[in-house]
């Protein structure tokens, strides 16, 4: 594409952005739950019908997790929901409504379908997150790079994340990329099984998310399907687990210290 046509593409893409109806929602609001208002709401004005709910993966009990008579912070009876912010409500705000607009146009041009490749919009402590369903990740890792008006041009790496309590969605590896033209960055999620743990590689769109990908693995156990060499890159080779998982034991070792044993951390009370 030439600059002139880029050019007019991005100012009618813009036009077409003005004329937006201003808070104008895609999905219908919620009344939330007491469990996720107590941990905390998204930074989303709320509508008309309350704001959408959040999603509760666990509830912790005391201070510290700690079960049976272990626990001595005297807020044994601490109740915080674990919760994650849920889907979030035109306007978004600032630019991520622009950036919204337009990777809709590109992957709805492509055939994709936005709605099919992104499961939802998130804006949670001023901050855009894009929850990819994993078919799509390359597609829509490409779409962010390429495209005039968007340009993430720069990765930061792939991370990985493990919640237990989220079932079907345990493992999510996480992509923060940067926008060094336009000056902006966010960040999308994918999220899968820990039965199936396989996400496509980026590395074709995303050369420096090589070994970040081969660490996501090696930690939590995701397996990046089409990586050029995917193997462990901090554990040795045949070591069995992901130590970065939550349900990983802690180990380790007794250490002595004047006379006294203190044991390693999973033989010490029990904390969650």
């Known amino acids: 594409m030439s600059d002139d046509a880029e050019k007019n593409d991005s100012a009618e893409r813009k036009d077409a952005a003005a004329a937006a109806k201003p808070g104008e929602a895609t999905t219908a609001a919620q009344p939330a739950t007491a469990a996720a208002l107590e941990a905390g709401g998204q930074n989303v004005p709320p509508g008309p019908a309350g704001r959408t709910p959040l999603e509760v993966v666990d509830v912790r009990q005391g201070m510290f997790g700690v079960h049976g008579s272990g626990d001595t912070s005297g807020y044994g009876g601490l109740v915080v929901p674990v919760a994650m912010p849920g889907p979030s409500e035109r306007p978004y705000g600032g630019w991520f409504d622009e950036v919204v607009d337009v990777l809709t146009e590109v992957l709805d041009a492509s055939g994709t379908g936005f709605a099919n490749a992104v499961e939802s919009v998130v804006v949670d402590r001023e901050e855009l997150t894009l929850h990819v369903a994993r078919q799509h990740v390359v597609e829509v890792a490409r779409a962010?790079?390429?495209?005039?008006?968007?340009?993430?041009?720069?990765?930061?790496?792939?991370?990985?994340?493990?919640?237990?309590?989220?079932?079907?969605?345990?493992?999510?590896?996480?992509?923060?990329?940067?926008?060094?033209?336009?000056?902006?960055?966010?960040?999308?999620?994918?999220?899968?099984?820990?039965?199936?743990?396989?996400?496509?590689?980026?590395?074709?769109?995303?050369?420096?998310?090589?070994?970040?990908?081969?660490?996501?693995?090696?930690?939590?156990?995701?397996?990046?399907?089409?990586?050029?060499?995917?193997?462990?890159?901090?554990?040795?080779?045949?070591?069995?687990?992901?130590?970065?998982?939550?349900?990983?034991?802690?180990?380790?070792?007794?250490?002595?210290?004047?006379?006294?044993?203190?044991?390693?951390?999973?033989?010490?009370r029990s904390y969650s």
Request: proline share 11%.
């Open 144 to 268: 962010l790079r390429d495209d005039p008006d968007l340009r993430f041009e720069l990765s930061l790496g792939v991370s990985g994340v493990h919640y237990p309590h989220e079932t079907g969605r345990e493992l999510h590896a996480v992509y923060h990329v940067v926008s060094v033209t336009h000056g902006r960055r966010l960040r999308f999620e994918v999220a899968v099984p820990e039965g199936d743990p396989h996400v496509p590689s980026t590395t074709a769109v995303y050369p420096t998310n090589d070994w970040h990908e081969r660490e996501t693995y090696d930690f939590f156990g995701i397996v990046f399907d089409g990586h050029p060499g995917l193997a462990r890159i901090e554990m040795p080779d045949d070591w069995v687990g992901h130590p970065q998982r939550k349900d990983y034991p802690l180990g380790g070792i007794p250490v002595e210290y004047k006379g006294a044993t203190v044991p390693p951390p999973d033989q010490r």
